[in-house]
């Protein structure tokens, strides 16, 4: 054990020292939903289900018991909605300005130099949601799942080129371990993803499984599954997967506990407050303060929900219904609805990212879209202050794909490089990438003599803006010869293109504006999203080496230089190396981006207290679950 | 203008009736003009014609039964009910007054007795709803009339019949049926619009024979339809020729099929085959060309365009009824000149 | 009683006019007693020839977009005005905007500036074009003076474009697809239905089956079904032709019903007989003398078709499978504005609505009198 | 009358048999399967599935196997009453579908009886006073209803409800009965949410209805069997309720076996804007995320619904018009 350790041990019994000391005057109390429910003897009294030193959170003001809140999914499948209100509890978890990962379920951690090893301690005397104690024990058994092939669960737990193994040193202490360095580990486990690791209970899910329970296929089949593994994943379902959420036995760690489950019949999925939950506020009263949460399920059309907000029927949600078009709407009906708008800075750098696909099976192509010259001609051809005005009202910059400006790895050159409308210096950079030729249509000719024609895969349906840009861009590039045609497809053939090779450009939304080193699929080659050079990535990530590529020089470097952040366990460190694959990327400028994604806004009922004015919207950081929603109360 | 002649108290005296429809695009048309038409109990009055001449017209109009383009801007249709006289023409089709005289002071037979009867209802039903509605008996009590009734008009195994669908029945069974319909509250006059018109030739005469028998045994008048003479004579007692809209002859049937005053009545007679030896036949002479629409009808003599013996006042002038018999009374200017020229 | 003597011959009646008249003359005299029904047809000739007209008539390009206009509201057309001095101006104009942002609540607001005053312009010149693809012109048939100014007749949309213009080439996919859908669902329907009509017995049985259990298919699910199962890379074109033939597969059978009807009851119609006994191949039987006595019926029920291809292809767009922007059809149109923003603040998008049902109101009372007309005595 | 339904019953099994096909081949149509989209929506949210499990979870739910193999035990489990798995949620399809489905059939069900009590009236009176004021006025309205795209209204409906009463239309029961039992405060609650997609519903048909029924009415009112009705004093309405209206009920009962497709068909769009909890908006989703059984078994009950249909109006056909049932035309 090292000095910190002792030392937050030492503040932790201190802490509840003095709760004990100070009485029922420091508070220590419960909402009085429980009181009824210890009187009868259904739970212990709170002492005895709080935690030795429960996680104490300092929220601006010590708040109420009871209320709802209420919120709205789209559709059954919306369980992202629950991963970032609920069930956003790993054994760590970022502060809320993203910055450092600080403790959760484990009150502390350390790695060995390499990375390769990491040891943490559990919080004592945790309780799960049916009073059992959480121990090392659930995670072993986690791990152990996660890499049991017919477990249909995948996570950085069970990754294929560097899984983990756990040893488990005591209750409390366990250690997980890789082949190889793993210096993102941390990040890794404070974001979204980190919650699969503490996503199930040994005692629960462990009589699905026949290692545990040799009856397990003939429970299963009694049940109407027609394998163990069908019963185990649809009982204990891992991480955040939907199903996850259809089943109230299974306990958690969460806040809230399920009442109405999330079943494909739900028409609204309700939660109520989970009486062993280990988080306190500062004066030791057990959170969270909201008693219930009501999700009304809307049935795969928003506008429903749409009118609900407007009624004041929604008490805090951006998901969804937070859309650029909808913002006069509820800017207008703020006094009618009740509330008000928060600010919400998005994690996406840009509203959208025009990637050409740097392997294309045309050679002529191929060469074409990877030359930098072809791609600054296209990007100085781009009038990004029409586009901000027109679909944006004005709302955002001409932007790169590149940091935000609030990320500690911002560079205006990288953000701001070729974002001039200049049709001159387009064409003089088209022709510098051998495009000097024209057809009587006005487009150019590429050196087979065939036009400049590319087919751009959009699916509107995700992105309804994402149309109306590249309708504008396409005048706009016709203007300077070159010929862009919109394919607007669904979401499963446009990822089914990829690995076939059957693209010529496709565009999605700039990530990585703030999760600059966990999500930096667009600064060079790293993972399947990196589409401007999927067949590269494939050879970083050796998934799919049959179609995999060897990359340019410069990528190559880059890919090098990920491996080094990897194996860091220094941030500084990683930063620095992040830095310098920055730099590789603003002098290859691989992909194109339009403009710095838009805040958006959240909406906040006017007596919701301690809710963030302003917070981060991301995916990995999954606002507002960091913004601590067990503090929120009704006043 | 002569009198028609009263044999005894009429039970339906029809006035100088006339009858338009009205349309909303075209001109109106009178369909039928000033007819004078007498019922007497137990008698039967053939109205005989081609078709739309009128005749149904003038039937429907005794029970207000036309649609609401037709008008009755005059005459009268006086009904002798036994507590004195009401002028049906008078009355609203739909009032309980009218309403209360058909089916049960009045009632009709129609020509299709397939169409003519409810396909969904059983006979009996249909029967019993006539003596519920005008008697107010139970509907128990009514069936027990309504097979004593079907027993009346031949029809065996009435009881069971009287739960069977008319299209269960023969055409003549049928017709029965109508008929035992007809006369369930025992009408004083019973209409028959061409009541053996679809029927084949055997039943024909059965249901002739039916409905002599049942004035006999019932006492009412009855109104005859037809365009076949040879019914007529079979079963009237008088006789009015129509032709298009008008009556041209009327009077005792004997009178008027011995001597046919009017030139339409005399080529009616003539297109009548005579059982006669091959050798002795004579070719028909049909009637000269066609029928022309109301509309086109000449405001004088109907009968104009096809008269052989046209003269000048036919087209202008509509000839008055001229009085030729006992009762017989004819609307030609040939009697009337005949007569005139008698005077002079 | 006097006697009148009469000079004039007697009149003459004039015989019944039996001219012969064909078919589809009595059909028309018939149907130019429905007045609603005529007017309807004024209404779907209107509609169609704005489709064979679109880019024409229509007063921009559908995709100009202008981001100074964008939910700029109908600026209508006005035909008087006062000037300073008093004196009256006439002709047709449009007055200018005066525009706003607002940056908190990220919209532009607009009034209508009644100080500048835009005239339009009949046959104005524009950019060049081909009319239907094909016939290269460029005049349009309204414009400002100044192409720059903004002409937004019915308004804007949520990318300043001309809601008009993009009504008006919506109008020709809608239609067109309509109007495909029951060409091919006639085609099948009448080779389909005539002969089963024709020769009735078990073919018949079999085909009358069939139609029978596609009718009793919930046509929504079938749809989406089909239409999810479209190629996702196909054009727009095929995409387009695609959907045609999902409608008119539930299409055909209706007219394949009444083909049918019609057949087997003139099958047994003397003139039928006559020419079979003459020796008249069966196809020449059922050309030259089957299918002329029923055109009329064919077109009736052809027309009143339409309509459901036309809110099927909406119904489809709406659900987001059928077809698809950039492709402008009234169905894209209105899958922009079902939202509440745009009831809330942009209402007359909903326009495409009301052209759908105008026009599916004008097809379905211009069927009725086609039918009417077709059949005087009832169906 | 037994001979008759056997009749129709073999005939609708038969149907049944194609419907099933027809639905196995229509969820089998699209490109790929549940597992790549399923990876697809994985990728998206940054997550890369190691093959292994893919392969596994190909081999679980039996995909990868010819489309006869397939259906055979698809229809096999159906006949058996087991409609597979839903891929997506992981549950036997059946227990996700009964209430779904429920709830279609019950507001497809209201809509029905909502039609015919407006149209009949409606209709019949169109009928009587032919070219009157009234008349038209329903023609127009009828034809209104059905010119008018559902999706549009319902919007525009739930629109106004908020702007005008500040109330939001959608789902089928407050919070606080969404999963009591039935009882009185329920059923009022049910309907307090139903009215406005059962109005939406029924709107178009109506229409239908409407026409239907004057046209039918004013055929059968020329017949003479009316005249025979007039003749023995029935006073007017009871001449018409009786006689034309029972016979122009006829066609329009069996149109209960057309009306239920097109309604089931509306009330998949209807649920999607108003967010019910009908069939409608699963089998969307279930169509996207190519989760084939559960699509599967919602077209075949959904298909299943309008075949029952037909026959029972086949039969209540057979039951009020003796001409059918005996045989006779």
Known sequence: ?635 | MPQIPMAAEPILAIKNMSITFTSPDEADVEAVRQVDLTLTAGKTLALVGESGCGKSVTARAILRLLDKSALLPSGEILFNHGQGTVDIARLKPDSLAMRSIRGAEISMIFQEPMTSLSPVHTIGDQIDEVIVLHEGVSPKKARERTVHLLDQVGISGARERANAYPFELSGGLRQRAMIAMALACTPKLLIADEPTTALDVTTQAQILDLLRQLQDDFGMAMLFITHDLGVVAEIADEVAVMYLGDVVEQGDVYEVFRSPQHPYTQALMNSVPHLRRKADRQRLSPIKGTVPSPKDRPAGCAFTSRCPYVFEPCAGTRPAPTEVGAGHLARCHLLARTKMEALA | MAVLLMETPVSEIAPRRIARESQLGLMWRRFRQHRLALISLWVVVFFYAVAILAEFLSPTDPSAYNARYTYAPPQGIHFFDRNEDGSWYFGPFVYGYKTEIDPVALRRTFVIDEEVRLPVRFFAESAPYRLAGLIPMSTRFIGLENPRDPFYILGADRLGRDLLSRLIHGTRISLSIGLAGVTLSLFFGIVIGGFAGFYGGRFDGVVMRVVEFIRSMPTIPLWLGLAAALPRDWSALQTYFAITIILSLIGWTELARVVRGRFLSLRTEDFVTAAQLDGASDWRIVTRHMVPSFTSHIIAAATLAIPGMILAETALSFLGLGLQAPIVSWGTLLQDAQNIRTLATAPWLLMPGLCVIVVILALNFLGDGLRDAADPHGR | MVGFIVRRFIAMLLTLLAVSIVAFAIIQLPPGDFLTSYIAQLASTGDQVDPRVIENLRAQYGLGEPFYVQYWKWITGVVQGNFGHSFEWKRPVWELIWGRIGNSILLEGLAVIVMWFVALPIGIYAAVRKYSLGDYLSTILGFIGLAVPNFLFALILMYLAYTWFGTTLGGLFSPEFEMARWSLPRVWDFLSHAWAPVLVLATAGTAELIRILRANLLDEMKKPYVVTARAKGLPEWKVILKYPVRLALNPLISTIGWLLPALVSGSVIVSVVMNLPTAGPMLLRSLTTQDMYLAGAIILLLSVLTVIGTLISDILLALIDPRIRYGAR
């Open chain 1, 1 to 635: 054990m090292n000095k910190t350790q002792c030392f937050k041990a030492a503040g932790a019994v201190a802490i509840v020292a003095m709760l004990t000391a100070a009485g029922p005057a420091l508070g220590a109390g419960q909402s009085p939903m429980l009181d009824a429910l210890v009187q009868s003897g259904e739970i212990p009294p709170l002492e005895e289900r709080l935690p030795a030193n429960p996680l104490v959170l300092d929220a601006e003001s010590i708040g109420q018991y009871g209320g709802t809140w209420r919120m709205g999914m789209n559709g059954g499948g919306d369980n992202g909605l629950i991963a970032k209100t609920v069930a956003y509890e790993g054994l760590v978890r970022f502060d809320r300005e993203w910055q450092t990962v600080i403790p959760n379920l484990a009150e502390s951690w350390e790695a060995n130099a390499e990375a390769t090893e990491y040891t943490f301690k559990l919080r004592e005397g945790v309780k799960w949601s049916d009073g059992a104690p959480f121990t090392s024990a659930d995670i072993a058994f986690t791990v152990e799942m996660y890499q049991d092939p017919e477990y249909a669960a995948s996570s950085w737990i069970d990754n294929i080129n560097n899984p983990a193994t756990v040893e488990v040193i005591d209750d409390l202490t366990f250690k997980f371990k890789f082949n190889r360095p793993n210096g993102m580990l941390m990040d890794e486990m404070a974001s979204v993803n980190g919650i699969h690791i503490t996503s199930l209970q040994k005692a629960y899910c462990s009589q699905f499984h026949p290692s545990y329970n040799e009856n397990a296929a003939a429970d299963a089949e009694a049940a109407g599954f027609s394998s163990w593994a069908l019963h185990l994943q649809d009982r204990c379902a891992w991480g955040w997967e939907t199903i996850r959420f259809a089943n109230p036995d299974l306990p958690t760690l969460y806040a809230w506990v399920l009442d109405q489950p999330l079943t494909a019949n739900a028409s609204r999925v309700t939660w109520k407050r989970n009486p062993y939950y280990w988080k306190v506020d500062s004066e030791g009263n057990q959170l969270p303060y909201i008693d219930r949460l009501d999700m009304r399920v809307s049935q795969g059309g928003v506008e429903e929900l749409t009118l609900a907000a407007l009624n004041g029927e929604i008490d805090f949600q951006e998901r969804h219904i937070a859309t650029n078009v909808n913002k006069p709407l509820f800017f207008d009906g703020q006094e009618q609805g009740g509330y008000h708008l928060g600010a919400v800075i998005p994690s996406a750098s840009n509203t959208l990212v025009f990637q050409l696909n740097f392997s294309h099976d045309d050679p002529v192509k191929r060469e074409l879209f990877q030359n930098r010259d072809f791609r600054i001609g296209i990007s100085h051809a781009i009038d990004r202050e029409e586009i901000v005005d027109l679909v944006f009202t004005g709302q955002g910059e001409p932007y790169q794909v590149a940091p935000r400006p609030q990320s500690p790895f911002y560079d205006e050159e990288l953000a701001k490089q070729y974002t001039e409308f200049n049709p001159e210096l387009a064409i003089e950079h088209l022709e510098a990438a051998g495009l000097t030729e024209m057809n009587g249509d006005g487009v150019r000719l590429m050196s087979d003599g065939q036009p400049v024609r590319i087919t751009v895969d959009v699916i509107s349906a995700l992105r309804p803006e994402w149309i109306d840009i590249l309708e504008i861009m396409q005048l706009q590039l016709a203007a300077v010869g070159v010929e862009i045609e919109l394919n607007n497809i669904d979401r499963t053939l446009f990822y089914e293109k990829r690995p076939s090779n059957d693209y010529d450009a496709q565009v999605w939304a700039g990530d990585g504006g703030l999760e600059v080193v966990q999500e930096p699929r667009y600064y060079f080659p790293f993972s399947d999203e990196s589409v401007w050079a999927y067949r590269w990535a494939q050879w970083f990530n050796g998934t799919r080496p049959e179609i995999a590529e060897e990359p340019a020089d410069w990528a190559q470097e880059q890919m090098e230089l990920y491996r080094q952040i990897r194996s860091s366990s220094d941030p500084d460190e990683r930063a620095d190396l992040m830095r310098q694959i920055l730099a590789i990327t603003k002098e290859q400028f691989p992909v194109i981006g339009v403009s710095l994604m838009p805040d958006s806004y959240s909406i906040i009922r006017n007596n919701l207290r301690n809710a963030p004015e302003t917070m981060f919207n991301a995916w990995l950081f999954p606002t507002p679950a960091p913004m601590d929603p067990v503090t929120w109360y009704f006043e």
